[in-house]
């Protein structure tokens, strides 16, 4: 039988199999047809693997296309990055109001033009999470779901009186809501109650449906960075970690998951945990409550840099990079399979955008710096020193994802998946150069970190997006529809 394609003498990593094998990875149409040993040369193409690891294709389930710049233009760069990284989804989060889309309204009006700037410009695979800022956006989530294949929503829980980049005083005027509405723990509730009332209508297929919460608490992070500014003992990274101090992950936690309870909304997300105490929080709130089937979602940042190691004010982010403590109970709990899945929450800020007057003034800076293009590469290389499983990095950054996002068709190398593979080097390591990304972004708070592997090839629904250290082809990504299936 002739294939589209084999790609030929790699070592196939699965996601949570411990065993990595030898076999050839044989696609038609854009699917994975057969996985074994000696599938022979009977293809229109061949690729040869020369026994490198085949990971399945990332499944970046946290990326902010269009935060700083015009989303049509991230849709393309940003996802050249993705390419580079073996990202071959990206899930990026969306939201009326300041930044974004710069809109107020509703999404039966701005989400098609979300989809317009987007269509065509991408290199990889691609959908949306939204966030209801609105009452009148809690009731488009029938819509969403049913018309666009929208299966995730957010909350941004510390936008009750802070900015994306600090205090803020005029919140109705930053999220552009209607006069008279708060964006606050009330509305909260009442997103979990709109999203569970569509899960409950649509049975086959609620697991797929859910919430991820940003979770710091705005009253603690007001209070401590007055201190924090006051004092003037703190600089950089440490003194805006200390503004937005790990108690008040722990505490957001708490509340959002006695909320989750209260509302019966079992599947909840909650992103970017950054510290031992954030972590702490979840894995006791999903024993205080275990009918809610919580997810743990921690960043490549956040495991690979810290306060002291970070390329300065650039690695400002929200919830911000922690001291070394921090970063090694992140990965005690990644070792002991208590994080459902590791993303880059990339966020392209161009230097002209993200330092103020002052480069070295932390609160002035803007929040969150790209990442994509190391998530993979990084997991990998600092995961084999420390004992973690290459099945359990698959897991980790794309079945898991994957499987709770409703992208069915995505996420391992077996007969009826999508054909997005990426060949990866564990053997190679290389020194982050910001000039070397395709990010549009020219730095990086992880220049002059070692990464210990590399990223040889991408291939998209089997066709290759990055080989020989370039994006090759057009863009040809797509908008995922969810749920899809295999």
Not at 220 to 234: D, S
Not at 471 to 479: C, D, I, M
């Amino acid at each position: 039988m002739s294939h589209d394609l084999i790609i030929r003498d790699v070592r196939v990593v699965r996601p949570g199999v411990e065993e990595v094998a030898h076999a050839d990875i044989a696609v038609d149409d854009g699917r994975v047809t057969a996985v074994g040993p000696d599938l022979g040369t009977d293809a229109a193409r061949v690729e040869e693997g020369r026994g490198r690891l085949a990971f399945p294709g990332v499944v970046d389930a946290h990326q902010h296309w269009g935060i700083y710049n015009p989303l049509s233009q991230d849709a393309e760069t940003e996802s050249r990055a993705c390419a580079q990284g073996g990202v071959t989804t990206s899930l990026t989060y969306m939201r009326s109001g300041q930044y974004y889309l710069n809109k107020g309204g509703d999404y039966a009006d701005l989400f098609p033009e979300v989809l317009a700037a987007a269509d065509g410009r991408s290199y990889v695979d691609y959908a949306f999470h939204l966030a209801p800022m609105q009452a009148s956006h809690i009731d488009e989530i029938p819509m969403l779901v049913d018309e666009h294949g929208v299966t995730s929503f957010k909350i941004f829980m510390f936008y009750g009186s802070h900015g994306l980049h600090g205090r803020s005083n005029d919140q109705n005027a930053f999220l552009m809501i209607p006069e008279g509405e708060r964006y606050d723990i009330a509305h909260f509730e009442f997103v979990m109650r709109g999203i569970q009332r569509v899960r409950e209508q649509r049975p086959d297929i609620a697991d797929r449906i859910s919430l991820s919460l940003h979770c710091e608490t705005a009253e603690i992070m007001t209070a401590y960075t007055r201190i924090v500014e006051q004092e003037g003992r703190l600089t950089g990274l440490e003194a805006y970690s200390a503004s937005r101090p790990p108690h008040s992950e722990g505490l957001a936690v708490t509340i959002a998951s006695y909320l989750a309870h209260e509302t019966g909304l079992p599947t909840i997300n909650l992103l970017h945990l950054s510290s031992a105490k954030a972590l702490e929080a979840a894995l006791l709130m999903a024993g205080t409550f275990p009918h809610v089937d919580f997810r743990r979602e921690v960043t490549i940042g956040h495991l690979l840099a810290d306060t002291t190691t970070a390329d300065g004010v650039g690695g400002k982010v929200n919830p911000p990079l922690r001291p070394r403590d921090d970063v090694e109970a992140l990965w005690r709990h990644v070792l002991a399979g208590e994080v459902s899945w590791v993303v880059s929450d990339h966020a392209c800020c161009k230097e002209a955008t993200k330092f103020g007057d002052d480069p070295a003034d932390i609160f002035a800076a803007k929040s969150g710096f790209g990442g994509t293009e190391y998530l993979l590469p990084g997991l990998v290389g600092e995961g084999l020193k420390r004992g973690l499983p290459l099945g359990a990095v698959a897991a980790l950054t794309s079945w898991n994802p994957a499987q709770r996002f409703g992208l069915g068709s995505k996420g391992d190398i077996a007969p009826g998946y999508d054909a997005d593979v990426v060949l990866v080097d564990p053997d190679r390591s290389w020194t982050v150069d910001p000039a070397q990304s395709e990010s549009t972004q020219e730095y990086t708070p992880f220049r002059g970190l070692e990464i210990g592997a590399t990223v040889d090839a991408t291939f998209l629904r089997g066709q290759r997006v990055w080989a020989d250290g370039k994006v090759e082809g057009t863009p040809t990504g797509r908008y995922q529809h969810r749920p899809t299936s295999v």
